[in-house]
């Protein structure tokens, strides 16, 4: 794989030919690229971050090397976990406890929509428009059921997505796929046709029969024989916090997704989420358990938790006043003991666009088969759907080091 793409000359770089074309490297890609190869297709991904993985990527943080930096869990489909199991050789492991909605300290199930709407009333209430809330009022009533019910409980990785990507690097390594990181695609243009596509990126195009794009690609522009398409996209930023905190949990969590006051209100602090973007909902995960440093951080009593906050208001913001705002915030929704002091923290942002069912269809419809799209957004869903084609996914031993990446174009 090195040498092909060591020994092209720039003509040929400008040239270079694939059946398929995948843009991103999220787990969910790095499957079906692999599914295209192992089907007889040649096969390349291009990502404009230097790392794989997506929204599920890992970083090293201070002491902290190879960690999750996200807040995630992977939809209760047997047939994902499954598939899953089959990648990384290992089996995956129970969450304790299971992830849980919280709603002014009640806690309910991750599916349950009740603390959803709760929220979206508090927000009615809040606006005081009588018809936002007898609307709300109507959908809470409508919603007040219990979560549909689940015999496979949530499982994950026992070290986290590390054990993903890391899987998933190691079949590549043996694979032809070509993976191009930090390679910007500007552009698509498919051709009058409608049978080949050129990719434009920072460093030069690359063709090929078609092009595979998911939920949250960032296509910026699309054409058909020369006509612009139109995109319809929501750009969701997204932050990160990672809190390196002396102390225990004050209430058992694996992963939880906080809706209204409990994480969100503060006297003096503006709120943790905004409540236009993502619903106001925050997220909190214990990513110090699921990585390698699981047993440091018990001996030293200390926990590494990520709280995922969408929207806005924290850009530019310092980020020493991030950690101590949402340390307040997990004292006050008692997620942590009161006595808990911040180590250290560090914050990252990941920028991720969204496009729904209904416009990857469109497109789709318009661009014809030189343009595949995958509805991504959920990974347990779209592995169940991965699962159906994909055949046999060979055991892996998880790798310990990362595979060497083929350089850019
Ligand atoms: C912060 C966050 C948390 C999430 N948590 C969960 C979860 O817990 N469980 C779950 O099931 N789903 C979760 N999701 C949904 C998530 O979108 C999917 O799980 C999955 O990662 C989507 O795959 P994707 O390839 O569409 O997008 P992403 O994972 O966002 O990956 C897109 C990749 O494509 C690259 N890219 C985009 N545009 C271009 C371009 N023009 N040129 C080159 N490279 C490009 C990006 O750099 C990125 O690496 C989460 C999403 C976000 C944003």
């Known amino acids: 794989m090195e040498e092909r793409n060591s020994s092209t000359t720039r003509r040929d770089r400008e040239l270079l030919l694939y059946d398929g074309v995948i843009i991103g490297a999220s787990p969910y890609m790095l499957l079906e690229a692999l599914r295209l190869e192992e089907a007889g297709q040649r096969v390349a991904v291009l990502d404009r971050r230097d790392v794989v993985g997506g929204a599920w990527y890992i970083a090293d943080l201070g002491e ?30 129970e969450m304790r ?16 929509a009740i603390p959803r709407k709760l929220n979206a009333l508090h927000r ?24 549909p019910r689940s015999d496979t409980p949530y499982r994950y990785p026992d070290r986290g997505c590390r ?26 243009e498919i051709s009058e046709d409608r049978r080949s596509v050129a990719c434009v990126t920072d460093s030069g195009l690359v063709r090929s029969t078609f092009v595979v794009v998911g939920s949250c690609t960032d296509v910026r522009e699309l054409s058909v024989g020369g006509r612009p398409i139109e995109i319809q996209k929501k750009q969701m930023p997204h932050h990160n916090i990672i809190l390196h905190l002396h102390g225990t949990k004050k209430r058992p969590f694996s992963y939880v997704e906080s809706f209204g006051i409990s994480l969100q209100r503060g006297n003096h602090h503006q709120p943790l ?33 990520c709280v995922h906050v969408p929207g806005e208001q924290w850009e530019g913001k310092d980020t020493d006043d991030f950690a101590t705002n949402i340390l307040d915030k997990l004292l006050r929704g008692r997620l942590v003991e009161k006595k808990a002091t911040l180590v250290q923290a560090w914050r990252e942002k990941y920028e991720s666009p969204l496009m729904t069912q209904t416009e990857l269809d469109r497109l789709k419809q318009e661009a014809g088969p030189a343009l595949q799209t995958k509805f991504t957004f959920d990974l347990g869903l779209g592995m169940t759907s991965l699962a159906d084609s994909w055949g046999s996914v060979e055991c892996d031993q998880v790798a310990t080091r990362a595979a060497p990446i083929a350089p850019k174009l």
């Open 124 to 147: 009615g209430l809040e606006s005081r428009n009588l018809k936002r809330i007898i609307y709300h009022c109507w959908d809470l009533v409508r919603h007040l059921r219990p979560a």
């Open 97 to 112: 406890p299971q992830p849980f909605a919280l709603y002014r300290g009640l806690a309910f199930d991750r599916a349950c």
């Open 64 to 93: 902290f090397t190879e960690v999750e930096v996200g807040c995630h869990y992977i939809e209760r489909c047997s047939t994902a976990y499954d598939l899953l199991e089959e990648l990384l050789g290992t089996e995956l492991v």
């Open 273 to 305: 989420a905004s409540s236009s973007i993502g619903g106001g909902i925050a997220r909190v995960s214990d990513i110090g358990f699921y990585s390698d440093h699981r047993e440091r951080l018990e001996e030293r009593g200390e926990l590494l938790l």
């Open 163 to 188: 054990s993903i990507v890391q899987a998933l690097l190691t079949r590549l390594e043996r694979s032809s796929v070509d993976l191009f990181l930090g390679t910007d695609v500007k552009a698509i």
